[in-house]
């Protein structure tokens, strides 16, 4: 069975079914990270001081346990994927696959990157002994986090997929690959986004 | 025309826009790390944190993620996200307050 309006736009909604699939998808990601930082802000303004003690010591500010220069480092890194990401949607635009090639790997590149450096970090909380179960801050830290890790790492083999096996789609429908690419980038962006609000509010406040 | 119905000229317009859109990124995140420094007191600070992020989060909604050309359904569709998280946030915030929470909000 063919899956109608994959390219061209749905007379009534005036976009491809796949595009308003995605941002459905969007929308309910917003809920769910919605809810968890909801989460994060009462837990904070709940409690009597944050982060409060950690390995037997009180902290005062969350950048005194968290490395704000590694995060920051990962931020820069996920705005450059994105700007990669959106690349690789635009050198298929200009019918130029061997540089869409060239941003997408750069792209997947990124991601791994970002998660090497966040892997960095969780092992240096975890010679601490600082785990998710020390108290509240570090239980927010991990959920949250380790949420958007996860979400990267979906994303990763999302790019995977399009950078190989699914690229032979360009050669049998360009214009159905490019808006493959589109919509995966809507997915990348998103988790960029996700972590443009991470970062200030957990490792910055 | 590409086949994306957008012409080259047009993509190539595109992407001036991403490289400027990135620079403005960057930039936003040094002043983010640059207030979160200052050890500013925790209101303004998540006050000026979040006008930040959500400066850098429209940038990247309306341009990377095309939501300034898109369709009305599409730009709805997000409202209404924000919207309903919104609705849930202001919810627990009143449920909060109602079980003896804090005077954070200044009520």
């Known amino acids: 069975m063919q899956i109608p309006f994959t390219v061209a736009p749905r007379p009534d909604t005036g976009v491809n079914n796949a595009k308003l699939g995605v941002w459905l998808f969007l929308a309910s990601e917003v809920m769910l990270f919605g809810g968890l930082f909801s989460a ?12 409060g003690m950690v390995g037997g010591h009180a902290y005062e500010r969350a950048s005194d346990i968290l490395n704000v220069p590694l995060a920051t480092l990962n931020t820069m890194v996920l705005i450059g994927s994105s700007v990669t990401m959106v690349m690789s949607w635009a050198s298929l635009a200009m019918q130029r696959f061997d540089r869409y090639r060239l941003y997408m790997g750069a792209t997947i590149a990124l991601g791994f990157v970002f998660l090497v450096v966040k892997a960095f970090e969780y092992g240096e909380k975890f ?32 790019n995977m997929y399009f950078m190989w ?23 990348w962006h998103f988790v960029d986004l996700v972590w443009i ?4 509010t957990i490792y910055l406040l | 025309m590409s086949d994306t119905g957008h012409s080259i000229e047009e993509i190539k317009k ?17 002043v983010t790390v640059v207030v979160g420094y200052l050890e500013l007191p925790f209101a303004p600070a998540l ?40 609705a849930m946030f202001l919810i627990l915030s009143v449920y909060y307050v109602d079980q003896g929470g804090t005077e954070i909000f200044g009520f």
């Open chain 1, 165 to 187: 096996p699914g690229a032979r789609m360009w050669k049998t429908d360009p214009k159905r690959f490019t808006n493959r690419i589109e919509i995966a980038g809507l997915y």
């Open chain 1, 127 to 158: 010679s601490h002994g600082y785990l998710p179960a020390e108290n509240n801050f570090l239980a927010i830290y991990f959920v949250l986090t380790g949420l958007h890790g996860l979400h990267v790492i979906g994303g990763i083999l999302v």
């Open chain 1, 40 to 51: 994060y802000i009462f837990l904070r303004i709940g409690a009597p001081e944050w982060p």
């Open chain 2, 14 to 30: 595109h992407v001036r826009v991403y490289m400027f859109v990135f620079a403005s990124l960057a930039v936003l995140t040094v």
């Open chain 1, 197 to 200: 609000f991470l970062f200030p």
């Open chain 2, 47 to 86: 006050i000026v944190a979040l006008l930040i992020a959500t400066v850098k989060a429209g940038l990247v909604a309306a341009y990377f993620m095309h939501l300034v050309s898109e369709e009305q359904i599409v730009r709805w569709l997000v409202w209404l996200s924000l919207g309903l998280l919104l």
